[in-house]
């Protein structure tokens, strides 16, 4: 019973920890002045954080508890025991260079990639951005994406626990950048990012740039640093897509033949208990 009530108080209590949050800033900072903190497919997203946070939250982090011990069994003790001997400032600053590095190549990767882009694409049909709108991804987009941002990580022989901080910051910071939000930060935009850059990022082109994390040197120093100075006038996808949670799940798995039954979810879902009531 204890167990139950802390998987249900974990969500709970993390959705009024981010609302308490960044809610306040969306309204004293707003990106786009008239959205609605109920805005349109804020109940689909509310699936998705639900669905992070009870169901495939667990998995993933199962999935990198596996893949922590694999690279501790075959990367070198030697090795893992020079970056230790390392100052503490070093290790870190290591591990976010070649974390966003890594990111930042693999971000590039899943819009360049057709198999690839059809699990990110997911959360790209996000058309208003707000700190909910960061919850819609696909369990295998995000195993890949928190996959390959700590590959560093164990690389370097950092246990999944010691890294704990570092995580949760980069969890925060992707609500922060999708957040509805505009703060003028001059020139330091350039150096740590901000939600003008990653709004960019979901304009309807899948090419359009801005592919960093944290830090958007990499997108400046590659050619793909994106910043008009206005905010977007749309967001999304110019593809076909189910707009429910079913479909958004299963479509990027399913052979696209299949897809078709969950873009008119609603049409099917009410025709079967017409038939069924004639019946």
């Known amino acids: 019973m204890k167990d139950f009530l802390i998987i249900i108080a974990a969500p709970v209590l993390s959705f009024l920890f981010l609302i308490l949050v960044f809610v306040p800033m969306e309204k004293v900072f707003p990106a786009k ?135 949760a910051f980069r969890g925060i910071w992707a609500i922060y950048i999708h957040s509805n939000v505009r703060l003028n930060i001059g020139f330091l935009k350039k150096i740590i990012g901000s939600p003008e850059l990653h709004h960019w990022h979901h304009y309807l082109d899948r090419d359009v740039g801005n592919y960093a994390n944290i830090s958007p040197l990499m997108d400046i120093f590659f050619g793909t640093y994106v910043c008009p100075g206005k905010e977007p006038e749309k967001f999304g996808i110019h593809e076909k897509f189910p707009k429910n949670y079913l479909g958004q799940m299963l479509v990027p798995i399913l052979p696209k033949k299949f897809g078709n039954y969950f873009f008119n979810f609603k049409k099917y879902f009410k025709s079967f208990f017409l038939n069924f009531e004639k019946k």
């Open 33 to 167: 002045k008239n959205q609605k903190f109920f805005r349109p497919d804020w109940f689909l997203d509310l699936c998705f954080f639900l669905g992070q946070y009870l169901i495939w939250g667990g998995l993933v982090y199962g999935a990198l508890s596996y893949f922590n011990d694999f690279f501790s069994g075959v990367i070198p003790i030697s090795f893992q025991n020079m970056i230790k001997s390392q100052p503490i400032f070093l290790q870190i600053f290591e591990v976010l260079f070649f974390s966003d590095f890594f990111i930042y190549w693999a971000h590039r990767l899943q819009h360049k990639v057709d198999f690839l882009w059809r699990f990110h694409k997911v959360h790209h049909t996000s058309e208003h951005m707000d700190w909910l709108a960061s919850h819609r991804e696909h369990p295998l987009d995000s195993l890949y994406t928190i996959g390959i941002i700590n590959l560093p990580a164990f690389i370097m022989g950092f246990s999944l626990e010691s890294i704990a901080g570092v995580i």
